[in-house]
């Protein structure tokens, strides 16, 4: 495969990643460069971008980094504050991983789920 080409399964990977991230990030850049639609769109294209070309060492990052969140939160019970210390990133980041965790989970188990749906950890992203 040639340089700055990825492959269809990559390209799906990245569309996929594209759906799931594409609004945050909008108002996000919205946010930053305060109301700026159309300039805001631009930095995010530039952004999936560059994705595109570095997609096979960027792939599954954020959702190892989610794995690993999960794994000390609710595995070994540390706080987001020693979560954040130990992944090396920010504590906002460990609570937005924790909630969008805990919301895949709660839509696997639909109705089925054993709890109330309440404002534990990781509800507020």
């Given at each position: 495969?040639?340089?700055?080409?990825?492959?269809?399964?990559?390209?799906?990977?990245?569309?996929?990643?594209?759906?799931?991230?594409?609004?945050?990030?909008?108002?996000?850049?919205?946010?930053?460069?305060?109301?700026?639609?159309?300039?805001?769109?631009?930095?995010?294209?530039?952004?999936?971008?560059?994705?595109?070309?570095?997609?096979?060492?960027?792939?599954g990052r954020?959702?190892?980094?989610?794995?690993?969140?999960?794994?000390?939160?609710?595995?070994?019970?540390?706080?987001?504050?020693?979560?954040a210390a130990?992944?090396?990133?920010?504590?906002?980041?460990?609570?937005?991983?924790?909630?969008?965790?805990?919301?895949?989970?709660?839509?696997?188990?639909?109705?089925?789920?054993p709890f109330?749906?309440?404002?534990?950890?990781?509800?507020?992203?």
């Open positions: 495969m040639s340089e700055g080409k990825i492959s269809p399964h990559e390209a799906q990977e990245l569309d996929a990643c594209f759906r799931a991230e594409a609004s945050d990030l909008f108002g996000h850049a919205c946010a930053v460069i305060w109301g700026d639609q159309a300039l805001s769109r631009d930095h995010v294209q530039a952004a999936f971008e560059a994705a595109a070309l570095a997609w096979r060492g960027l792939r954020a959702q190892e980094q989610q794995h690993a969140a999960a794994l000390l939160r609710w595995g070994l019970d540390m706080k987001e504050g020693e979560i130990v992944l090396g990133i920010a504590e906002k980041t460990v609570s937005v991983h924790l909630y969008r965790l805990r919301r895949k989970l709660l839509l696997q188990l639909g109705a089925d789920r109330a749906d309440d404002a534990g950890e990781g509800t507020s992203p």
